[in-house]
């Protein structure tokens, strides 16, 4: 299936030629078809000589209805442009050529109406040449008249080399359909319509709601009003929901794959078709079937800053058009068209930020450069980057994050002078902590900081330093546990009270670099013991009768109730001891470790 929208100027036939070629009725609305103004959206299809089917979303005209029109063109990939040959070239004609070119469309035949009424030719003439000079460049042109039916199997035709000629739609990519109906049917539910451009839908998907955070279920499926298992794009189809009421979901809201888009209230775009100097401070962004206002902040000649009233999913290279409804006359109420360049922009808080990023954007031409983008950006997470519709272009470094290689290199050699620098401002802990590295690398996440450690530097601990350099301790640091290791020789367990240490200089850090290194070893708070305490004191303790008490462990250990206390503490949590109900200790297996 292909899906075409009408265009042109109000009650030039876009209706009534539809109404012939497919045998539908288009106009849905009772009002409509008393006024013979089409008013909103309407979809009818049909089967083309090839065999090939083409489904019609015929747009008003009236310039009151414009918003309305863009809904339905918004999706759209090609247009039956109608132009009366009785009328000829209207100011709807220029507003509605004036959004198609802006959204860049550049597939269209053009079909002159009511050929039976006056000359088509002088119609047929200008409106080529209107359509010539837009992206929908030349096309077919052909005189139809609804009601003799003259020229309507030449029109037939034409569509069907148009359709020949389109792109193939990219089923496999990502579902971004913006809703353009939605209503409820008693015993079913909430139903809504909208043209698949890309990608596939399936009864049983799992859908996101574009900006309410929820995910909403694929009940039903129908195409061209037959249910179906499963529709590939390009089509128009109707999707029965389940878990959504019907006043959640509405015109302009968008159903997603999870975790396809970045929706984002703030992008950097090309603007086409006039000076971003000349645009007005507010805008309405037309994208799909959403119709959303903005805020336009100029930053290039060509360039500038949208802040959107609220978020939309976008991609790197999604287009768009900015209309002004204030404008007077037809075409002028578009401003222009945009080309999103970034959807996840950098903030501009320094002078000469802005020009700085026109710059950038001058370089982007709105299709999406893997490599560049992760170079802008230097560290990006790759779920992020395909949220942008931007394909990661090479291996995370660590986790989901990509690092540009350049930053990266960069990043190695700043690694290696912070830890020197920690080294020379801690000299009592010269291996720098990770966390402490993130922050001056200014990274997002520690595994990045500990994927780019590698020689001369070697992470241990949850610390990084250098191989060369093991940890150690200075001069008079390591002359102070000298002389505390000295007294412990002789009574292993006189741990040296606060008096001693403070006399000898050392203090908490000092006392937790000494503990860190392993020079000492810390029991209880206050208590500094060998390293090998433990040991020494499991033997002598394996030589009393058992059970024995704190007292008896106090003498066998030659000590005080200061240091028997948190040490007997340490060997019960260790396994070496065991405390009783009684409140005596006994030893465990000799083959318990500590």
């Known amino acids: ?154 029109l037939r035709a034409a569509l069907d080399r148009m359709v020949a000629a389109l792109p193939a739609p990219g089923v496999d990519l990502p579902v971004r359909l913006w809703v353009d109906r939605s209503f409820v049917i008693r015993g079913s539910g909430t139903v809504v319509t909208g043209t698949l451009g890309a990608g596939r839908v399936s009864v049983g998907d799992e859908l996101e709601l574009a900006g309410s955070g929820r995910t909403v279920r694929v009940r039903g499926l129908q195409a061209l009003g037959t249910p179906e298992g499963s529709v590939a794009a390009t089509a128009r189809v109707a999707l029965n929901l389940r878990g959504v009421d019907r006043g959640a979901v509405g015109r302009g809201d968008a159903l997603l794959t999870p975790d396809a888009f970045l929706l984002t209230d703030l992008v950097d775009v090309r603007v086409t078709g006039g000076q971003v100097a000349d645009l007005p401070a507010a805008v309405v962004l037309h994208l799909g079937a959403a119709a959303v206002p903005v805020r336009v902040r100029p930053l290039g000649p060509d360039t500038a800053r949208l802040r959107l009233a609220r978020p939309v999913p976008l991609h790197v290279g999604d287009r768009a058009l900015l209309r002004d409804p204030g404008a007077h006359g037809g075409a002028h109420r578009v401003a222009g068209g945009v080309t999103v360049l970034d959807v996840a922009p950098p903030p501009l808080r320094r002078r000469g930020a802005a020009a700085e990023r026109a710059a950038v954007l001058a370089t982007l031409d709105g299709r999406p450069d893997p490599a560049g983008e992760v170079r802008r950006r230097r560290t990006v997470r790759r779920a992020e980057l395909r949220r942008m519709g931007v394909p990661p272009p090479y291996e995370p470094l660590a986790g989901d994050w990509l690092v540009d290689p350049g930053h990266r290199d960069d990043l190695r050699r700043r690694l290696g002078d912070e830890v020197d620098r920690y080294a020379r401002q801690h000299p009592l802990e010269p291996d720098a902590p990770v966390e402490a590295l993130r922050q001056a690398l200014e990274l997002p996440d520690r595994a990045l900081v500990e994927a780019l450690v590698g020689p001369p530097l070697i992470a241990r601990a949850g610390r990084v330093g250098r191989a060369e350099r093991p940890p150690g301790l200075p001069a008079p640091l390591a002359a102070a546990v000298e002389r505390i290791r000295a007294d412990l020789a002789e009574d292993p367990f006189a741990a040296p009270d606060a008096d ?95």
Do not use: C, Y
């Not at 503990?515 to 499991?538: C, I, Q």
């Open 1 to 154: 299936m292909r899906v075409i929208a009408t265009a042109g100027h109000v009650d030039h036939g876009k209706s009534t030629l539809v109404r012939v070629l497919t045998g539908m009725e288009p106009d849905r609305w009772a009002e409509e078809r008393r006024r013979g103004m089409t008013i909103d959206l309407g979809f009818a299809w049909t089967a083309l000589p090839s065999g090939a089917t083409v489904a019609f979303v015929d747009v008003p005209g009236h310039e009151r209805f414009v918003p309305n029109m863009l809904a339905g063109v918004g999706p759209v990939p090609a247009v039956l442009f109608v132009v009366a040959a009785d009328g000829g070239w209207m100011p709807q004609s220029a507003e509605h050529l004036a959004a198609l070119d802006a959204l860049g469309v550049r597939h269209g035949v053009l079909a002159v109406t009511r050929a039976d009424l006056a000359d088509p030719g002088p119609a047929l003439e200008r409106a080529r040449a209107e359509l010539a000079a837009t992206s929908i460049g030349e096309v077919e042109a052909v005189a139809v008249s609804g009601a003799t039916g003259a020229g309507l199997d030449d």
């Open 500 to 594: 001693r240490l403070a006399e000898l200089g050392l203090g908490h850090r000092e006392v937790a670099a000494v503990v860190r290194a392993g020079a000492l070893r810390r029991v209880g708070d206050s208590v500094l013991l060998a390293p090998d305490a433990l040991d020494v004191a499991e033997r002598i303790l394996r030589g009393l009768p058992r059970p024995f008490t704190l007292s008896e462990a106090r003498q066998a250990l030659r000590t005080t109730r200061r240091v028997a206390v948190p040490l007997l503490e340490l060997l019960d949590r260790n396994g070496v001891t065991v405390r009783l109900p009684d409140g005596r200790h006994d030893m465990t297996s000799p083959a318990a470790t500590h």
